[in-house]
């Protein structure tokens, strides 16, 4: 089986400064891993994914994550916050025991401040 | 392009009423899922359809839900009779293909609220 964990409820980063939002995951098998946004009374919205291509993955809106397997870790960052960021931030993992389910953390709420 | 799009945003019921969710997915998409999110908890998946037919409704908590997607377009989810621990957020998403690390377009969501 596999599960996510996010290891911070809530960030709150000035503007302008770095995002670190953690995510460990486990997977019994290779996982696709996701991190998806959600606004305020909006869907939630892919930000990026890895699928066992490069380990670095580039997303939307100047966010990145790595693939670190020997840490079971994906964590989501961005080098600089905008005050649009601020959002609910889901790491999500699937895989070959989940089929097409996906498999959510709870969920990082990012605030930033100006 | 509509997205994936749900209605109502918003619906408060009492203990023992029905309540009908409805996703409307992007057009051409065959894979239409349900998910929902109970308050303080992680997001779960309920079911997952191919057209007309459920693929896997492994997630459904109980047999007070029923889901159905006639015609393969959209879909309802319907709960009878609705419980308190039933309240939270039902997310619909849906794709072209399903498989190990295909996207899923989420709708925003249908909050349910049950006194």
């Known amino acids: 089986a596999q599960s996510v964990t996010q290891l911070d409820s809530h960030v709150s980063v000035s503007e302008g400064t770095p995002v670190l939002l953690r995510c460990n995951y486990s997977?019994?098998?290779?996982?696709?891993l996701f991190w998806y946004v959600q606004h305020p009374n909006k869907g939630l919205q892919l930000l990026l994914k890895?699928?066992?291509?490069?380990?670095l993955v580039k997303g939307i809106n100047g966010f990145e994550a790595e693939f670190k397997k020997s840490e079971t870790s994906f964590h989501l960052t961005k080098p600089s916050a905008h005050m649009s960021d601020a959002a609910e931030y889901f790491c999500?993992?699937?895989?070959?025991?989940?089929?097409?389910?996906?498999?959510f953390g709870k969920g990082t709420s990012l605030l930033v401040t100006p | 392009e509509a997205g994936v799009t749900q209605f109502p945003s918003h619906s408060v019921i009492e203990k023992g009423q029905t309540v009908t969710l409805r996703c409307d997915p992007i057009?051409?998409?065959?894979?239409l899922y349900w998910y929902r999110r109970v308050m303080g908890k992680e997001i779960k998946f309920l079911l997952h359809?191919?057209?007309?037919?459920?693929?896997?409704e492994s997630g459904m908590p109980n047999n007070r839900f029923l889901a159905e997607r006639t015609g393969g377009t959209y879909s309802t989810l319907k709960v009878q009779p609705a419980e308190l621990e039933d309240s939270g957020v039902y997310f619909c998403?849906?794709?072209?293909?399903?498989?190990?690390?295909?996207?899923?377009?989420f709708g925003p969501g249908t909050r349910l609220t049950v006194t």
């Open positions: 998403a849906s794709s072209q293909l399903a498989g190990l690390g295909y996207e899923q377009y």
């Open positions: 997977s019994s098998y290779s996982p696709s």
């Open positions: 890895y699928t066992s291509a490069a380990t």
């Open positions: 999500v993992v699937s895989d070959l025991y989940s089929g097409y389910a996906l498999n």
């Open positions: 057009s051409g998409h065959d894979n």
């Open positions: 359809f191919v057209k007309e037919s459920k693929q896997d």
